[in-house]
């Protein structure tokens, strides 16, 4: 998966209850997605007419819609089966 650029890299927020029941394999994808957002908006070279258009998304991880994703997100994982990686 190659990293996106811009209003891209937004994602929308999802109910802890829709992470429960994707696929393993996607909510690894998710968390690379999340962990590819912008630190702050501070240093973001988003226009603030781009960050307008982006209300619902998460972009940031300032944003505590990150922070609560991202700790919903680990949370599901952990209890999932640990599996190691192909040789």
């Not at 998710?30 to 972009?59: F, G, Q, Y």
């Amino acid at each position: 998966m190659k990293k996106a650029h811009g209003l891209q890299r937004a994602l929308p927020p999802l109910a802890r209850e829709q992470l429960e029941s994707m696929p393993t394999g996607a909510l690894l994808a998710r968390l690379k997605r999340l962990r590819w957002c912008e630190d702050s908006p501070e240093i973001s070279d988003l226009s603030e007419d781009e960050r307008a258009t982006a209300t619902h998304l998460i972009l940031f991880k300032t944003d505590p819609a990150w922070r609560q994703a991202y700790a919903d997100l680990k949370d599901v994982l952990a209890g999932r089966e640990h599996m190691d990686a192909k040789p």
